[in-house]
Structures are given as structure tokens and as C-alpha cells.
């Protein structure tokens, strides 16, 4: 089992494809990869005003808000609520979105996997779970509220760390090796279909 520790201090501020906002990027892969070639990216995104969102073809996408009274997309003409925090909304990147926001400024926590070379799913974590891995997968724990403890590392994170968790030299995790103990909220990415891409796993933090 390897875990790769990724704070959140000092994790720079990129703007979105379009313009209209700024991202963190928490991890993406392959390593050196940009928005239009990577197999899976994570980040951060603080939305200030409402506005079209970038378009990214073959991507799909799932958004979390984290903080702020939440926003309604709309989806190729159907409008979404999304206003519960830590409720995960999946959408396609490449359909057109547009914002509004339903009171101020938010941030959203955002997933987006490129289709026929990786897929995602989110998990909202609350109190103590294992981590499960599978060969081919890979778990990214990001702390949405309040901090976590990865128990065999023990190593402790605050919000909006992360850690990606992966099998040494990509075989599974045995979910007894690791287990999460949250005072707070996670988000629990497990990322499949990417086997070739974990290994060099970009991670813009230190």
C-alpha cells in the first residue's frame, strides 16, 4: 500500500477554461497532463458569479458544493438544484451548462474523468470506514469539513487535504491496511479503468 499525502497549503489557483472562475487542482493523471488530455482530474473551484461552465468533450463530471447557498445548472435545457451541500451531482462535461447562483459565491468540489480511459465514483464519508481499493483502482480521500485520520499512516488531515491511497506497484489494497476516521466530512473518489495513469499521478500540492 502506498499513501501520498497532498495539503492544501499553498495549492495555487489556476482560472477555468473559459475564464469565468478560479480552480484548484487537488490531483490529476497522467502526470503532465493538461485540461484537454488527462484520464482524471480532481480540484477545487471557488464561483464568484453564475455564467456558462467550460465545455469538455468525452468528460464526465460530478460536482459537490462545500460551501454556499448553492446554485441551479442547467444541463442541455434542464435545470438542476444543486443547494444541499455534500450531495455529489453527476453531469456530462461536454453537454452545455449554464450557472446561476442562488445567493453568493460558493465552492464546489468537482471530479471529472475521461471517458473509455477512467471512471469515478464519490462517496461522502462521515465518522470511521475502511478503504476499499480493487487492483486497477485508485482512492483519493479529500476533507471537505473538519479533519480525518488515516489510522495505519497516521497521518492527519485538515480540510481540503488529501491523500491518494493506491496499492504497491498497482495491486490492490487490502481494506484492513487502511481505514479513515473523519471528525467532519470527506469525499471518497475511487477511480477505476486508469491503471496505467496512477503511477504518475501528477499532485500540485506539497
Not at 88 to 102: N, Q
Not at 108 to 115: A, C, Y
Request: net charge negative; hydrophobic share 50%; aromatic share 4%.
Amino acid at each position: 500500500m502506498a499513501v501520498r499525502v497532498l495539503r492544501a497549503d499553498g495549492r495555487p489557483a489556476a482560472p477555468w477554461k473559459n475564464g469565468g472562475g478560479l480552480t484548484r487542482e487537488i490531483a490529476a493523471a497522467p502526470s503532465g497532463a493538461g485540461t484537454a488530455d488527462f484520464a482524471w482530474r480532481v480540484s477545487l473551484a471557488d464561483v464568484a458569479q453564475g455564467g456558462p461552465f467550460s465545455r469538455f468533450e468525452g468528460v464526465d463530471r460530478v460536482i459537490t458544493l462545500v460551501d454556499g447557498p448553492g446554485m441551479v445548472l442547467t444541463v442541455d435545457g434542464s435545470a438542476h438544484t444543486v443547494a444541499e451541500r455534500y450531495a455529489p451531482f453527476a453531469f456530462p462535461g461536454d453537454a452545455d451548462t449554464d450557472c446561476r447562483l442562488l445567493g453568493g459565491p460558493l465552492v464546489d468540489f468537482n471530479v471529472m474523468t475521461r471517458r473509455g480511459r477512467a471512471r469515478a465514483g464519490v462517496e461522502i464519508v462521515r465518522g470511521r470506514a475502511a478503504l476499499p481499493a480493487s487492483a486497477g483502482a485508485a482512492l483519493l480521500v479529500v476533507v471537505l469539513e473538519g479533519s480525518a485520520l488515516l489510522e495505519a499512516a497516521g497521518t492527519t488531515l485538515g480540510r481540503f487535504d488529501a491523500a491518494l491511497v493506491t496499492g504497491a506497484h498497482g495491486e490492490a489494497v487490502d481494506a484492513h491496511d487502511e481505514a479513515l476516521d473523519v471528525t467532519g466530512v470527506a469525499a471518497l473518489v475511487t477511480l477505476t479503468g486508469a491503471t496505467a495513469t496512477v503511477q504518475g499521478v501528477r499532485a500540485v500540492t506539497k
